[in-house]
């Protein structure tokens, strides 16, 4: 990030691997306002979801439209939000909103990740989709701006790593 541009920044990953804790935490340490993917889904999307139906391109695709406008009002006074983004045109999508998006990956084995979204509570993604998920997943390609982070630490770690690499680029 420039020194004059405030980070615009897309905290993504597979669900559970911490998306909204270390969003949180990021927004916080960079000053900036927070937003939760998951407010942005239609109803017909949650329920989907909640059914354990996968969603395709067309249900992600007013839920991305939604996500990028959030981007878009935030291009100057910068923001993190949380988004799954396991795709690059998804994340191409996004990118295309604002001229300074990052990507961090917040990136864990299916072992720990399982465990995590076994343990969670009240969230309406069923365990029995994240090996959709993990069949979607594109990982960051060189040319996309952004970092993979390690989730293996605690929250409060894994923002600092997500931090310096978003102070470093």
């Not at 996004?94 to 990136?107: I, K, Y």
């Not at 979607?136 to 923002?159: F, H, S, V, Y």
Request: with cysteine; net charge negative; glycine share 8%.
């Amino acid at each position: 990030m420039s020194h004059n541009t405030a980070p615009l920044v897309v905290i993504m990953g597979v669900s559970a691997s911490g998306k909204t804790t270390v969003g949180q935490l990021l927004a916080q340490r960079l000053g900036v306002p927070y937003a939760e993917a998951d407010d942005f889904h239609p109803a017909a999307n949650v329920a989907k979801m909640r059914e354990g139906h996968p969603l395709d391109d067309e249900d992600r695709r007013p839920w991305l439209d939604e996500i990028a406008r959030w981007l878009a009002d935030h291009a100057d006074s910068g923001g993190v939000v949380s988004c799954s983004a396991l795709k690059r045109r998804y994340r191409d999508r996004l990118a295309s909103a604002a001229r300074h998006v990052f990507f961090l990956h917040l990136d864990g084995s299916r072992e720990l990740i399982a465990a995590r979204i076994t343990a969670r509570q009240g969230h309406f993604m069923p365990p029995g989709l994240l090996d959709t998920q993990f069949a979607d997943l594109e990982p960051l390609g060189n040319d996309e701006a952004g970092a993979a982070i390690p989730i293996n630490g605690t929250p409060q770690e894994t923002a600092a790593l997500a931090h310096d690499a978003v102070t470093s680029s």
